[in-house]
């Protein structure tokens, strides 16, 4: 079988995977409906992986009973907030439940009522001399990218005193995640870090006498569920829920067990939405008792900042090493899918690009080279969210979630066939002109030529720079968490974000280390294998 033939059946197969998948995912017809809740699983305790490699939190236990009032089926959906929207407006999730703030936010979502309290606070060292807000002045203070605490303090309804606090600092440092944030401060590398109250009093539960949180506030919010704009019907089937487990107590005892019954404010009197819509009074209830089923609370301001971290948040249980593991097991074998299919399907690609590379054909080089030159000059990252978005924003067609994975190998593998485009064409072009005139003066086809003199050549001589571009994507593969594709490295993190250290992103690294020791074995092997090429 020539090289053709097999260019043309892996490619064959390539198409008919995806399109049997569709098919498969069309066909499954589910017996419940399906809630699927959007969070952050790096948000403990809103939303984050617990030690059996659940995702488990405050916000996810609320949305657990909801489905169970409801008959409905819950579907608990990590996702890149920095894509919050995207994944809302294509239909990929229902809701955003994960202590999602409203302030500022009221005309882009159908928002429920209120029902948390939050405040951004500020944490600092035992140490560092920071007492009140005005002593952060010449320091440096982490915030995490496209937070409620940067808002506060750079955002359109920042406060006068806060927009000062903030010129006042010698840096504003974004960071992506709290596990960042707490790792700067504990180097020394800020002076303090601005966060949520309750995702404060998790991370201090879990680090001793280290750290403090100050009794002034950088701002007051509130928590809602944020629905695509519109839908009124599920978020009044939802805020119903809501209600009912607040009058039967329900919604009291799942705070408490989190620590939280302190910042809720869902109240039976709270029935005008943002939108002007309103939910209808419950059965049974009257004028007279409807302020009676409203979540209990003392005052969440005290004048020892540091009480706030004696609520019964939790604690956390650290993980062993063994544990952390088994843990990363499913991540390192989504990791290992991702690596296997794109190797599968870019190899064969590449060698198709380059042919048209160097076809005789202008139209068809220059086609190959801009496609090459896209591929190569673009962030990978962006390349997947236009392959995993595009069919929502461009042909408005609503993917099921199993393309997600499908959206991850084809990225990959479009942007891998470029690079090994080039390569292959670099190596083909090393072959002396004069063994194709010897081939020709033999009798040999142009196929017989390519596949009996040049292929083998070309294979031995692009060994090492393909080997490098094997034990890249290894690393590359990271990158998966674009689409909340939950690969090792986005399992390490959520785990980190749980266990509040970095011992599990350090085990991934070794895991990483030990696969691409493997392949550059592998590679080696072959190499040596190919030597009678001299």
Not at 147 to 162: K, P, R, V, Y
Not at 164 to 193: H, P, T
Not at 224 to 232: A, E, M, R
Not at 454 to 477: A, G, H, S, W, Y
Request: net charge neutral; charged share 20%; glycine share 6%.
């Amino acid at each position: 079988m020539d090289n053709t033939r097999i260019i043309k059946k892996v490619l064959y197969l390539f198409v008919t995977a995806i399109f049997a998948g569709f098919i498969f995912a069309g066909s499954v017809c589910q017996a419940k409906q399906e809630f699927i809740v959007g969070f952050d699983a790096e948000f403990p305790p809103y939303g984050y992986m617990d030690d059996n490699g659940d995702y488990t939190g405050f916000d996810l236990d609320l949305a657990e009973e909801v489905c169970k009032r409801k008959g409905w089926s819950l579907v608990k959906r990590p996702i890149k907030w920095d894509f919050k929207d995207s994944e809302l407006d294509s239909g990929s999730i229902s809701c955003l439940w994960n202590g999602f703030t409203m302030n500022g936010r009221e005309s882009e979502y159908t928002w429920s009522t209120p029902y948390v309290d939050n405040s951004q606070v500020v944490i600092t060292s035992s140490s560092s001399g920071i007492k009140k807000l005005k002593d952060l002045s010449g320091k440096i203070l982490a915030v995490q990218a496209d937070s409620s605490a940067l808002a506060a303090l750079e955002g359109e309804n920042a406060t006068d005193e806060n927009k000062a606090l903030a010129k006042s600092l010698k840096e504003l440092q974004q960071v992506d995640d709290y596990n960042s944030a707490f790792m700067n401060l504990e180097s020394g590398m800020v002076d303090a870090i601005a966060m949520d109250i309750g995702v404060a009093s998790y991370q201090l539960s879990s680090k001793g006498d280290k750290f403090v949180m100050l009794d002034e506030r950088l701002a007051t919010e509130k928590y809602g569920i944020g629905f695509k704009s519109g839908n009124t019907e599920l978020r009044d089937e939802v805020q119903l829920a809501l209600l009912e487990m607040l009058d039967d107590g329900t919604f009291e005892n799942i705070a408490k067990k989190w620590g939280l019954q302190d910042n809720v404010c869902l109240s039976i009197e709270d029935t005008t939405y943002i939108d002007g819509s309103k939910v209808p009074a419950m059965a049974g209830d009257s004028q007279d008792n409807v302020g009676s089923r409203e979540v209990k609370k003392e005052d969440a301001s005290s004048k020892n900042g540091n009480s706030v971290v004696k609520a019964d948040v939790p604690k956390v249980k650290k993980l062993s090493v063994t544990h952390i593991i088994k843990q990363l097991s499913s991540g390192l074998a989504a990791t290992i899918a991702i690596f296997v299919l794109t190797i599968l399907f870019s190899m064969p690609l590449g060698l198709v690009i380059a042919a048209a590379r160097m076809s005789k054909f202008k139209i068809i080089q220059w086609i190959a080279k801009i496609y090459i030159s896209i591929m190569r000059g673009t962030p990978l990252m962006l390349q997947l969210i236009v392959v995993f978005f595009a069919p929502f924003y461009i042909f408005e067609i609503s993917t099921p979630y199993s393309y997600r994975f499908y959206a991850v190998i084809i990225g990959f593998s479009l942007n891998y066939a470029a690079y090994f485009a080039e390569i292959y064409r670099s190596g083909i072009q090393s072959i002396p002109q004069g063994q194709r005139e010897a081939a020709q003066i033999m009798g040999y086809s142009r196929g017989q030529t390519f596949s009996r003199i040049i292929f083998p050549q070309m294979v031995k001589r692009v060994l090492p720079p393909v080997t490098n571009e094997v034990i890249t994507l290894v690393k590359d593969t990271s990158l998966a968490f674009a689409l909340s594709y939950a690969e090792m490295f986005t399992k390490a993190k959520q785990i980190a974000a749980a266990q509040t250290s970095l011992l599990p992103l350090f085990v991934a690294g070794v895991f990483y280390y030990i696969f691409n020791f493997i392949v550059a074995f592998i590679m080696e092997r072959i190499e040596k294998r190919l030597d009678y090429y001299k």
